[in-house]
Nanobody, 119 residues
């Protein structure tokens, strides 16, 4: 399994930017598909952005053009660059690692980092 630790959350004004980081350890990081999820109060956790082990990316419609996910396999890091932030982006953001090998699934979650967008 892989252990994940997020950082970089905080309070930012609307229109501002933040970069979230996710540090991974404990396994072969490069084979995992990585993702960022978020959960706002009273809402279900939702996928925000994903990057496969091969580097393909995918974004939720609500963040396309504003958020960018990237990974650095040499450093075992995943990033989420967020810009043009809106109050509705306020949530706890979680890093996720996923890999399916034959019939066995491996999945890990970080502890989450709070992002608050408010004036």
């Amino acid at each position: 399994q892989v252990q994940l630790v997020e950082s970089g959350g905080g309070l930012v004004q609307p229109g501002g930017s933040l970069r979230l980081s996710c540090a991974a350890s404990g396994s072969i990081f490069s084979i995992f598909d990585m993702g960022w999820y978020r959960q706002a109060p009273g809402k279900q956790r939702e996928s925000v952005a994903a990057i496969t082990s091969g580097g393909r990316t995918n974004y939720a419609d609500s963040v396309k053009g504003r958020f960018t996910i990237s990974r650095d396999n040499a450093k075992n890091m995943v990033y989420l660059q967020m810009s043009s932030l809106k109050p509705e982006d306020t949530a706890v953001y979680y890093c996720n690692a996923y890999r399916k090998i034959l019939t066995q699934e491996f999945e890990s979650w970080g502890q989450g980092t709070q992002v608050t967008v408010s004036s």
